[in-house]
């Protein structure tokens, strides 16, 4: 134990009081658990992956986003090839939409009151599972609608339960002040793989169908199943299971919703998912495939200009380590996300098309982790899960609302829908901002909460 100590204390002394600003019990807690040094300069760049379990994690997660999103294109060309309806491709939407709005915060509350890494194993397998019993429908023909619904809601739910954990995971792998480049570098894991993912997927899918795709994708969760049974880390006892679950959600929804800056950043991140992100659960194949003429593989490589944007976003961000003005990077990028839509709407042009993608992708992934990040970053550990769970709520409803896209489409014709429905998000943003003077002021806002937190923890 004294020895375990020493250690402990021999890694607070690698740096100076001058460059440890803030550091306080959250903070020792972290360090202790990582049993890690402080980043020598060969991580200068890349701070969180100096520490041992977040760079296994995230190894791990890189592996894994180069399979899992096969799924993406997996199930909307599988609806598409089955139906050719913009309406049951806005139906898939709802179906993953209606799985996380039940389960979404139920994954929240679970972070903040069990192991996380023990849960990640249970939900990785679970969807293990999952994926390989509709791949092997899939492959031996048994095409049954309702059923493939009923498969991809389960999966849907067992994604909603990972996603809350797997983010409140992560700031007990790194100390607070790397938090960002932490969120950076997930993103980067997990949106860079889409710059060459859809060109794979679209291509598999013409090679050997949606049901062998699906297959190729679970080798996404054995590649997590093993990182996370590398991990040093062990999860610690926590306040939130003496209480109900019900009770449990319940105070973290009010946490939020008294927390301005969370708030309204979250209601942001609805915004531009309601109206805007939408778009792509579903109805992005029936406008490759009706307005653009395009087969899958072809829209793989169309798509893949999508993943280039987020690419070049995630690594640029996690290169520059400590990242200042996350709030004008939500901000920015939320906007930008809107217009390059809009743009994307109205081009015919494939060049064009995927000028609009590049800026479309690279918009998206920098508000998303900027978002990502504040959040992170001035929510206590005691209660993160449950605050990471309320984004899901936004994702759930962009899902959901993609049904009433597709109705739309169907009604007025798909050239009509989506560069209305991209308009509609650009200036519901610009609303945000003329009236809500928290978000005009954010990253003033955020400094003043992160000092008076520094003043706060003891030395």
Not at 122 to 129: F, G, Q, R
Not at 424 to 429: E, K
Request: proline share 4%; charged share 10%; hydrophobic share 55%.
């Amino acid at each position: 134990m004294a020895t375990s100590a020493v250690k402990v204390i021999q890694a607070f002394n690698v740096v100076g009081p001058e460059n440890r600003p803030g550091f306080g019990r959250r903070e020792l807690v972290v360090n202790m658990q990582m049993k890690s040094s402080e980043p020598s300069a060969d991580w200068n760049r890349f701070p969180a992956l100096a520490y041992r379990d977040f760079r296994t994690l995230w190894f791990g997660m890189l592996f894994a986003s180069g399979t899992m999103a096969f799924q993406y294109y997996a199930q909307m060309w599988l609806i598409y090839s089955l139906t050719e309806s913009a309406w049951l491709l806005g139906a898939l939407g709802v179906v993953r939409g209606l799985a996380t709005l039940l389960f979404g915060l139920y994954g929240g509350a679970l972070a903040d009151r069990m192991d996380r890494r023990l849960l990640l194993f249970v939900t990785e397998a679970a969807a293990l599972v999952v994926s390989v019993a509709l791949g092997l429908m899939v492959v031996f023909g048994l095409e049954s609608l309702w059923l493939i619904f009923l498969l991809i809601f389960i999966g849907a739910a067992t994604a909603s339960i990972d996603a809350p954990i797997r983010q409140a995971l992560i700031p007990e792998l790194v100390p607070e002040r790397h938090i960002p480049n932490a969120v950076a570098l997930t993103t980067a894991a997990y949106m860079g793989s889409f710059a060459v993912t859809p060109i794979l997927a679209g291509f598999v899918i013409d090679a050997i169908g949606p049901g062998g795709a699906y297959l190729v994708s679970t080798l996404g969760n054995v590649g997590i199943l093993v990182a996370l049974a590398m991990l040093h880390y062990r999860g610690t006892p926590r306040e939130a299971r003496k209480e109900p679950v019900w009770r449990s959600i319940r105070n973290g929804v009010s946490y939020a919703r008294k927390q301005h800056v969370i708030l309204w950043v979250i209601i942001l991140t609805f915004v531009t998912s309601a109206f805007g992100f939408a778009l792509f659960h579903g109805l992005i194949a029936k406008w490759a495939g009706d307005v653009l003429g395009l087969a899958p593989g072809e829209y793989g490589m169309l798509a893949a200009t999508w993943g280039v944007g987020t690419l070049i976003a995630s690594y640029t961000l996690s290169y520059l380590g400590q990242v200042r003005h996350h709030g004008r990077i939500l901000i920015i990028g939320s906007l930008l996300f809107g217009l390059s839509f809009l743009l994307f709407g109205f081009a015919r042009s494939i060049p064009l098309v995927a000028i609009a993608y590049v800026i479309n992708g690279a918009a998206w992934t920098c508000a998303s982790i900027s978002a990502t990040a504040i959040v992170q970053r001035i929510t206590p550990n005691e209660v993160r899960g449950r605050v990471m769970s309320l984004f899901m709520l936004s994702g759930a409803v962009a899902q959901m609302n993609s049904m009433l896209l597709g109705l739309t489409a169907d009604w007025v014709g798909m050239e009509l829908m989506l560069p209305a429905t991209s308009f509609l998000c650009t200036l519901m943003v610009l609303i945000l901002l003329l009236a809500v003077p928290t978000l005009r002021q954010l990253d003033r806002v955020i400094d003043g909460i992160l000092v008076s937190a520094d003043k706060k923890s003891p030395t």
